[in-house]
């Protein structure tokens, strides 16, 4: 196939993709997987916001506490203290990643993005907590290949899970649903 385009077009081979658009690829070719990482990106952005030694924690959330708009500055003086914090461009940095290789973010993401026009104190408390998971975890990735696709992995070919969270929100008191569908026991969409 090489050979067929270069004799069309103007190329140089340079071998095997190892790092594209932030993301470290990872060929184990024994193992015939391919792992998917940001570990690079994810050490930037801890270094710029300054939590790259940060105290770990085990979740990006924290089930008992809820943000909502009553934790939203009111007064010009809070909003122009709020401005010291790099809110957005750390959720911004979470939204790259779940594009790419972490999907686990994703609810934590849709959480901290309501509050993006006036975010508070609180609300830069649960990102900070989201930064501090992002230390811990700054090695995951998404794995792709056939490791270990058997005939009992077959038999369970596509399955899919739904839940909701009943009034979820603090203001509106909406609520919030999911769902996740496997193809052979690997996650599909969610």
């Given amino acids: 196939m090489k050979d067929i385009l270069k004799r069309r077009f103007q190329m140089t081979d340079l071998g095997g993709v190892s790092y594209l658009l932030g993301w470290h690829i990872e060929r184990r070719r024994s193992e015939r997987i391919i792992f998917v990482h940001q570990e690079k990106y994810t050490t930037k952005v801890l ?3 300054s939590l790259d030694q940060c105290r ?3 979740s990006s959330e924290e089930t008992s506490q809820k943000l909502s708009e009553s934790d939203c500055p009111q007064t ?4 122009q203290e709020m401005e010291k914090f790099p809110y957005r461009e750390a959720v911004g940095s979470f939204m790259y990643l779940i594009v790419g290789t972490r999907p686990d973010l994703a609810n934590f993401v849709r959480q901290v993005s309501r509050y993006l026009q006036n975010p508070g104190p ?3 408390n649960y990102v900070v907590r989201g930064l501090k998971y992002l230390n811990v975890t700054r090695n995951f990735g998404i794995t792709l290949g056939a ?3 058997t005939k009992a992995c077959l038999a ?3 399955s899919a899970y739904s839940d909701a969270d009943y009034a979820n929100s603090v203001d509106t008191r909406r609520s ?3 769902y996740v569908t496997y ?3 690997r996650v599909n969409a969610f």
């Avoid at 010009?76 to 909003?79: L, V």
């Fill in 56 to 58: 770990p924690v085990r």
């Fill in 122 to 124: 609180h609300h830069w």
């Fill in 183 to 185: 193809v052979a026991r």
């Fill in 156 to 158: 369970h070919a596509l």
């Fill in 47 to 49: 270094d710029r916001i």
């Fill in 176 to 178: 919030v649903s999911g």
């Fill in 76 to 79: 010009d003086a809070e909003k």
């Fill in 147 to 149: 490791r270990d696709v």
